[in-house]
């Protein structure tokens, strides 16, 4: 199994793209709407999660307990369509979220910005003027989105395997680039390790949820890590009975997996409702 990630910009042809590489390689083809059903399946309303789709969020909402679920929520979606097989992924952060997983591959897509307002024009029917409006705001939302859920840098080539300019590219050459890059990076065993670390991340996911959401209990900005049959839970705590009650729940939900804490604790910790 591999994966691979698309990022863009506004009007660089990242949906085209990606259209094309999964027909090409027959892979599932993964986007915000996929994502958003999958998390609605889980009994989650997803119209509460808007406010950080792609964006950075406000003052208050960043305070808010919906920014852990809108993550909680959404890794879990993503990794619950990848166990599903080879896909490619469209935005949400996937490039980071993947980030060191092996058998994943992960890819800018930009163009020049007079070329970006020429296709923003045409598909909006505006103006230059509304069109510069529409990109401007749209760098803004990706870059404080990436900056605030992961701390990286969007627009840094460095944080991807492989850049494209669509300016003067089709989607189709593109998706034939992105495929020669998987066909000389990705091994029958990345492909083995690939489907190990999904499990991993997973069983990260599933105890997170036991913890927080069947049990919860109240561990603020909880993180359970699994690699080599250990799973390490991150996060605050008021107080030691918490930390220890957060344990036995990883217990129950990862029986046949040590389990070990880094919680901190710190007393009368709190995050707005």
């Known amino acids: 199994m591999a994966i691979i990630t698309i990022s863009r910009e506004l009007a660089a042809l990242g949906d085209e793209t990606a259209h094309e590489l999964a027909k090409l390689l027959d892979y599932r083809f993964v986007d915000k709407q996929a994502l958003e059903e999958r998390i609605k399946s889980y009994g989650v309303m997803g119209r509460k999660f808007e406010k950080y789709d792609e964006r950075k969020p406000s003052f208050w909402a960043s305070l808010s307990q919906d920014r852990d679920d809108y993550l909680h929520y ?11 097989g080879s896909c490619v992924f469209i935005g949400r ?10 058998g994943v591959i992960t890819v800018f897509l930009v163009a020049p910005f007079e070329i970006r307002i020429q296709r923003v024009k045409s598909y909006f029917h505006c103006d230059d003027k509304r069109a510069r409006q529409i990109l401007d705001q749209s760098d803004r939302d990706r870059t404080g989105f990436h900056r605030y859920f992961f701390d990286v840098e969007w627009k840094d080539p460095g944080n991807y395997h492989l850049a494209l300019n669509t300016g003067y590219l089709h989607p189709a050459i593109s998706a034939e680039i992105i495929k020669n890059l998987r066909d000389h990076s990705i091994s029958p065993e990345t492909e083995s390790l690939n489907c190990a670390r999904l499990k991993e991340l997973i069983l990260g996911q599933q105890v997170k949820h036991h913890v927080m959401y069947e049990r919860e209990i109240p561990i603020h900005f909880l993180e359970a890590l699994v690699a080599h049959n250990v799973v390490t839970l991150y996060g605050v705590a008021n107080s030691q009975s918490l930390v220890e009650a957060a344990l036995t729940a990883a217990k129950e939900a990862a029986p046949s997996t040590a389990v070990q804490s880094e919680i901190q604790v710190v007393q009368e910790f709190s995050v707005m409702p």
């Open 74 to 84: 959404l890794k879990t979606a993503i990794f619950t369509e990848a166990e599903e």
């Open 93 to 102: 952060g996937t490039s980071v979220i993947f980030r060191d997983v092996p």
